[in-house]
């Protein structure tokens, strides 16, 4: 995982900066807003989609609703990011020349 990729924000608790995967999902969260998303729309990168949602609540303190989606032979969440969040600086790691 290439952790260089960094998102800080301000949340209720305060102002806070999250790497990887899970800046990733703040970020894709915060874009996608009532809509929310499914680890299926972000399966491309985010293999623990739920895991990175559970962070961003317990260490954080973001409401991020799950609403269960019913489908052929199941279900699946849908993550909703409801805490305002303002994003203040995103960082990227740089490209390989």
């Known amino acids: 995982m290439n952790r260089a990729f960094k998102v ?3 949340g209720p608790l305060g102002q806070f900066t999250v790497r990887g995967q899970t800046a990733k999902a703040l970020l894709r969260l ?3 807003g009532k809509k929310g998303v499914t680890a299926q729309e972000v399966s491309s990168w985010a293999y623990r989609f739920s895991a990175y949602c559970f962070d961003l609540r317990h260490k954080y303190g973001l409401t991020i609703l799950t609403h ?4 052929e032979g199941g279900w699946h969440g849908r993550h909703e990011l409801t805490t305002p969040v303002t994003i203040l600086d ?3 790691p740089k490209k390989a020349a």
């Open 8 to 10: 800080t924000a301000i």
């Open 30 to 32: 915060s874009d996608a």
């Open 68 to 71: 269960k989606e019913p489908h």
């Open 90 to 92: 995103v960082k990227q």
